[in-house]
């Protein structure tokens, strides 16, 4: 056979194939579609409109999930961003203040993410509704940080939830207790879309409840989705009329992401004149942050390349310290014109987020997600800035939380901000064992939450108790072996040891 033949039946065969997959994956789109079909039929009236939206979303989303093949990033074209893309705050703040920061500030609208519940830290209900200092939740403090600002400045700046169908009764049910505060506050809703079974690729849901056997078969499409929840919410078209032009976008557990004077004023008074529709604020990597995303330039363009998309040859190379020297901390400063412009031409680009499930029964299913800073390569003129770590201060663990009850940071108007006495602005590692996993159970062991002001390192492991007026310095090491018990008694001051075996204080 002549090469020539051989070459074309090979072509054939592969023409072939990729025809037989665009016939496979029509099907499967055919069969999504009426499966969809099938769910929104069994909505009730008032929620018809709405669940209709959710579905189309979610088909679109679909749509591209099938057409992307492999990792989304070619590695090879992955550069480091050009010296003038990420500027440092110094650089921001020297700037300065002009006389009428307050007309600036009128024109801001803060949002949160507020779509998680507490369940990694075994709270029920929202996360924004766990204790954080001083009986005072995420929700308490950014309320009274937005209060403060209104009162100081004699400004409006409404705050903006971003609930999930997990989390949104029970915010409603509290956000009552703001009534007399000096701060507007809206909420709307991100999407609800069908978990898809891992084998078929078609829905779970049977109908559009999501209580009973349907519990597990819906899930928020991660924080990508408020672009497009927030303009179909009408709110976006509100603030606009109202002459407001930037949102604040943060996590809610982010204690760091406070309203920064500085950054609004670059974004309202830009240098060269040139609008920037888009800013993230990222902070230098440190070991513990290795998997976060990082900002590089691709195609001629800021990209933010997540370490889900990363081949895995690379991983390690996207790890580095070294080469990727930053992180987002997902503080992001984006423009309301903007956000409508592109949603309007259905042209924000964000990569596809895959995460596979398992649910209670053992069925394994995939939720397809975005994430809100993806989007950063539609935007024009996006900028990121180089802020100090205090802007990153997220509570994800009870181990955060230790940090941030502690004496290490004082609080004023709703901030957090590290003490004065701290000689060094480092914040301490902590690693609480299992047993300090759920809130509750680490509030049993603290008696009250010891001196923390010059630690450097701390891990507990086992079960161990701490009494009251504990003072940690150094590097501290606590590991009660299985079936032992270690009790740190009240007044004790531990300095670069290591307490291991069994402690028991028991009264006389």
């Avoid at 760091?256 to 004149?273: E, K």
């Avoid at 513990?288 to 995303?293: L, N, P, R």
């Avoid at 499930?357 to 180089?386: C, M, P, R, Y």
Wanted: hydrophobic share 35%; with cysteine.
């Amino acid at each position: 056979m002549s090469r020539f033949v051989q070459d074309l039946s090979k072509a054939m065969s592969q023409d072939g194939a990729s025809q037989f997959q665009e016939v496979i994956r029509q099907e499967l789109e055919l069969s999504v579609k009426k499966e969809l079909e099938k769910i929104l039929t069994t909505a009730p009236s008032h929620e018809f409109e709405h669940t209709k939206k959710d579905l189309d979303g979610f088909r679109k989303l679909f749509h591209r999930f099938l057409q992307e093949k492999g990792p989304s990033v070619d590695w090879g074209k992955i550069q480091r961003p050009p010296e003038d893309s990420i500027q440092p705050y110094e650089k921001i703040k020297a700037r300065g203040l002009p006389d009428n920061i307050s007309s600036v500030l009128n024109k801001l609208v803060v949002v949160k993410l507020n779509g998680g519940l507490g369940t990694s830290m075994g709270c029920k209900g929202p996360k924004s509704l766990i204790g954080v200092r001083n009986e005072n939740t995420f929700l308490d403090l950014t309320v009274q940080q937005i209060e403060h600002l209104n009162k100081s400045y004699n400004t409006d700046v409404p705050l903006v939830l971003m609930n999930s169908f997990n989390t949104d009764e029970d915010t409603k049910k509290i956000l009552q207790k703001y009534n007399h505060c000096r701060v507007k506050i809206y909420t709307f809703n991100q999407s609800r879309y069908p978990r898809i079974n891992k084998e078929s690729l078609l829905p779970v849901a049977k109908d559009v409840s999501y209580s009973g056997e349907n519990t597990e078969a819906w899930y928020p499409p991660g924080h990508g989705d408020i672009y497009a929840s927030f303009y179909n919410s009408g709110l976006l078209d509100t603030f606009i009329e109202e002459g407001k032009e930037y949102i604040f976008v943060s996590n809610i557990d982010n204690l760091g992401a406070t309203v920064d004077l500085y950054i609004l004023n670059h974004l309202m008074n830009p240098p060269n004149g040139k609008p920037c529709e888009f800013v993230m604020e990222v902070t230098n990597k440190t070991r513990a942050d290795v998997k976060g995303g990082t900002l590089t330039q691709y195609e001629g363009k800021l990209r933010l390349v997540e370490i889900a998309q990363v081949p895995k040859a690379h991983v390690d190379e996207f790890k580095s310290v070294s080469k990727f020297k930053i992180f987002n901390t997902n503080n992001l400063w984006i423009s309301l014109a903007a956000v409508k412009r592109l949603q309007e031409r259905n042209a924000i680009d964000m990569e596809i987020i895959v995460n596979p499930k398992t649910l209670d029964g053992g069925l394994n299913v995939i939720q397809l997600e975005t994430a809100v800073g993806a989007a950063i390569k539609s935007f024009e003129n996006s900028l990121g800035i180089n802020v100090p770590r205090s802007r990153f201060l997220p509570v994800k663990t009870t181990s955060d939380l230790l940090l941030v009850m502690s004496n290490l940071y004082s609080l004023n108007a709703g901030s957090l901000t590290m003490s004065e006495k701290r000689e060094f602005p480092t914040v301490p590692l902590v690693k609480l064992g299992s047993s300090f996993t759920k809130v509750q159970d680490y509030l049993r062991r603290f008696e009250s939450i010891p001196d923390m002001l010059e630690l450097d390192h701390l891990t507990v492991s086992g079960d161990v108790t701490f009494g009251k007026h504990v003072s940690l310095k150094g590097t501290v090491i606590i590991i009660a072996n299985h079936g032992d018990r270690i009790d740190i008694p009240p007044g004790a001051v531990l300095e670069n040891k290591i307490v291991s075996g069994n402690l028991r204080i028991l009264d006389h």
